[in-house]
């Protein structure tokens, strides 16, 4: 199947600070990623669409000017979650569609802000 | 996206017992899909059911959407300690990779 690469898998971060995490589609080209947010023990919860050369897309109540999101090449996108705090501290990750069925999943990254 | 309720939240097994967790929506998919993630890890796809009253098998385990196509089970037949994880569905949506999951079932396999 199609590999995604998410980087850094962990992070630790005081608070008040940026963090980037990059999403790498390796072996195939991804117009269109996505990015969720799963707390311990819950479910994943879309964040927002990554759209190659236009702006992403956010699901409501997700803050568009903290979770800043670039996808500038059609195998890479960033997400930087700005001026950190703890309740950031989650498992972020991303994923791509390589034609008709399924998703695949970066590794996704353990953030925690101190 | 389309929601489903998912069925339970956890549960605890002997190795070799049989596991079923089930997924139950109020409104018609057009498909659904189901993930394994294992503890630390990220989300694996298992399989997507398309059409009204589809059983498929992988080893031991079998998926099952529902006549009407709104609700889906995954069942596994003795379960070892390697099937530990929690089992997402998720209605397929009309952006492949955007997803709407379930709340999942956290399987854990007592040896």
């Known amino acids: 199947g199609a590999v995604v690469s998410q980087h850094p898998s962990r992070v630790i971060c005081k608070s008040g600070t940026s963090v980037k995490i990059e999403c790498r589609s390796l072996?195939?080209?991804?117009?269109?990623m996505f990015w969720y947010r799963q707390f311990p023990k819950q479910s994943l919860m879309l964040m927002a669409t990554?759209?190659?050369?236009?702006?992403?897309?956010?699901e409501q109540g997700v803050e568009k000017d903290k979770f800043l999101i670039n996808h500038a090449s059609l195998t890479l996108s960033t997400l930087t979650v700005t001026s950190a705090h703890p309740e950031d501290s989650s498992f972020y990750i991303c994923?791509?569609?390589?034609?008709?069925?399924?998703?695949?999943f970066g590794q996704g990254t353990r953030l925690t802000v101190v | 996206g389309q929601q489903v309720m998912q069925i339970p939240q956890y549960q605890h097994v002997q190795e070799g017992e049989d596991f079923t967790t089930y997924c139950n929506s109020s409104?018609?998919?057009?498909?659904i899909q189901w993930y394994k993630q294992r503890p630390g890890g990220h989300p694996v796809f298992l399989i997507q059911l398309v059409k009204s009253g589809e059983v498929k098998k992988q080893k031991r385990l079998t998926f099952q959407f529902g006549e009407a196509k709104k609700n889906s089970s995954l069942h596994i037949t003795a379960t070892q300690t390697t099937d530990v994880g929690t089992y997402f569905c998720a209605p397929g949506g009309t952006s492949y990779g955007k997803l709407t999951f379930g709340q999942g079932t956290i399987l854990t396999v007592h040896p």
């Open positions: 072996d195939f080209q991804a117009t269109t």
């Open positions: 409104t018609t998919l057009s498909n």
């Open positions: 994923s791509a569609g390589q034609g008709a069925t399924e998703a695949f």
């Open positions: 990554s759209n190659e050369g236009s702006k992403a897309t956010y």
